[in-house]
């Protein structure tokens, strides 16, 4: 009993010991922090994607209350995220829209022609380096996944030998943007579902050999537009976003496929 | 005794059996297609157009830049087309093809003469002109490599006979045959720069190129034969180096740091055509093989279509799964079949649909046989773990610079892991890093 007993005393006595040593060291050597730090770090999306260019979250959120950042540098927290820490630091935040990454090549199988058969390194960096990749198309989404390897959100997939976004779980941080060696994704505003998913600039007799769902430059979609958002140049179409209306007449009439309206969003055409 | 180094695989020499013992023939077909890339470093610029007349060893590209070599009409006729072609880099390379006429009518020579006797200070320019690069497979111009710096000595020259990779035979062929020219332009090399002593290296499972050797070098100055063991990759230039000599080459160095010089015996027998024959490279030895119906051992014009060189072979035996350019081990995957030849291509292997499978990756075992054969002395187990994480800092740390890209760790992996494709990745990954922050440096 008495064994029992002194064992409990003298571990308590040690823990009150070692208990005055933390509480006298933590009083001495206390640092500084900025509360506000604390409360933004727990606002950001916590991914670590390193999107925002510090290292990880906690530096995004020292750089924040520092000014070194803008508030709304975490794209994954989106709009949402960056209202809090705005609120937090005391600022206003500039309504920017939404951004997804957009994937700008249909060149399923079938659709785009295949040059060879690759079956080697599972990385499109090393595909795009043999015999100018895979794929007929030097535009083409080569579809073995670097985009996907380096989404920290899951979002991407492969579906019939190309890139596929899950729009919703896109947070816009880029990763996918940087790592495609052919530049076939872009971030766009999520409004702008009016889109030419296809870059091939080349003249429409050689777009059209490599891919049938290739822009051919053929004009079409810019007859067509009743707001001249639609200019075609070097054999390919672009949109002008501030122009368009989303009214989807292009990708109608587009006789390649090209254009495509992604998540129709109705807006009234604003006649003049 | 017989040299070697530390580390390396084996693989199956039995491949090598269907043409060694076939003789070179020439083949010449009705059209050429010359690209202008053949060498390491810029591209040639045509100096051709369409319609144009051109003679055999006539200038059709001229140099660019410090490394660049000339590329030379390997055909007499007329130049078809010179425009941007598919070929197996990234960006279609211009390339100029010619119709054959078939009078083989060349173009006037300089010949030097005997490589003995010839003024050793026009031997580097005699190469240069004669557009010749390294014909083992890297393709680094010549003369650059025999172009010293005033504070480097070389003592020893190597000629590389091991020729270990599998299936090929060519340079095999070209020692029986053509002894005596890979002699004379070891001769010229080691004349040009001065060097007392030239080793002709040759693997032992060639017992009569290295009794041909023997019997050519006997009474040349300085030139001497030096067998090898059957061991891939023995004929890595630091390999082979460390066989020879037991020198090693410092990590991230050249040979020459070393004092050592090596070249292919094709680059030298190349060398002994310019010197004494005035004549640039127009042709190569070519070992066609894998699952064509007659293998060969052919003397193809540079340029050669594929497809025309396998229908000379008898076409393929079935259904082609992969075809190589160079050997099983190191060689460069065709996209189709109508890609030309170039300066470096030494074979062309056709496997089978089964032979071509890719094997699924398994996990590592940390079983260390990687480690074992990488005869760099790498860990390939460690650096694939930080290729695979993109932490190109590690794989640095590791010495991925130092991998030679011999694929043996693939060779030998239980796993069958994708150790040699993800360094050759890594590395490209850093280079492109240090050039990006080289340029960021600039601004």
Redesign the interface.
Known sequence: MSTILFAVIMLGAIGVIFGLVLTFASKKFHVDVDERVEKVRACVAGANCGACGFPGCDGFAAAVVEGKAPVNGCKPAGADGAAKIAAIMGQEVSDEERMVARVLCQGMKGVAKERYVYDGYKSCATAAGIAGGPKDCRFACIGLGDCMDHCAFGAISMKDGIASIDEDKCAACGACVEHCPRGAIKLLPISQSVIVRCRNSDIARVARAVCSDACIGCKRCMKECQYEAITVENGFARIDPAKCTRCGACAAVCPCNAITNANPVPVEPVMQ | MKATFHGGVHPAHSSKHATSSLPVRDFVSDTVQLVMNMNIGAPSAPCVKKGDHVLMGQVIGEPVGPLGVPVHASVSGEVVSVEPL???????PMCVTIRNDFQDEWVELNPLGSVEKVDPALIIPAIKAAGITGMGGASFPTHVKLSLRPDQKCDYIIANGAECETHLTCDHRLMLEHSVRVVDGLRAAMRALNVKEGIIAIEDNKPDAIEAMTAAAKDRTGVRVQVLKTKYPQGGEKQLIEAVTGRQVPSGGLPIQCGCVVLNVATCAAIADAVIDGRPLVTRLCTVTGHVRQPANLRLRIGTITNDIIGECGGYEDEPG?IFFGGAMTGL????DT?PTSKSTGGIVVFSKAE???MEEGPCIRCGKCSEVCPMGLNPYMIKAAADADDLEKAKKLNVMDCTVCGSCSFICPARR?LT??F??AK??IMQQAKKAKEAAAK
């Open positions: 598919p070929y197996l880099g990234e960006v279609p992969k995957c065709l996209p189709n890609m071509a499978r890719s994708w494709a993800s050759k990745i490209s990954n």
